[in-house]
Nanobody, 125 residues
Framework: QVQLVESGGGLVQAGGSLRLSCAAS????????MGWFRQAPGKEREFVAA????????YYADSVKGRFTISRDNAKDTVYLQMNSLNPEDTAVYYC??????????????????WGQGTQVTVSS
């Protein structure tokens, strides 16, 4: 089992920055990919960013490319989402997700079998 706990959400003005953290614990050695998703009120959960647990290629949704960066602190088993140039359309609950089986499309919710509880990000105009 793997446990994921997000933190770092909050209220920020448009143009500002936030860094979300996802602390992983348990059988983290079994993880292949870590992802970030978000869900705005009244909308479906959508892919934001992903990367291999051990490194490699990073993936971003077009809407955040160039503004968001996914990274990992290997020593802490923590994955980060640095979010810059935030705008009100980025307002959502952000979820960290882990993939243990290395199958499926990187951007698909169904690929990920571990999820955190979510952290709220609100961007005011």
């Amino acid at each position: 089992q793997v446990q994921l706990v997000e933190s770092g959400g909050g209220l920020v003005q448009a143009g500002g920055s936030l860094r979300l953290s996802c602390a992983a614990s348990g059988r983290t050695f079994s993880m292949y990919v870590m992802g970030w998703f978000r869900q705005a009120p009244g909308k479906e959960r959508e892919f934001v960013a992903a990367r291999g647990w051990s490194g490699g290629t990073t993936y971003y949704a077009d809407s955040v490319k160039g503004r968001f960066t996914i990274s990992r602190d290997n020593a802490k088993d923590t994955v980060y989402l640095q979010m810059n140039s935030l705008n009100p359309e980025d307002t959502a609950v952000y979820y960290c997700a882990g993939d243990q089986y290395n199958r499926g499309i990187i951007t698909a919710i169904a690929r990920y079998n571990y999820w955190g509880q979510g952290t709220q990000v609100t961007v005011s105009s």
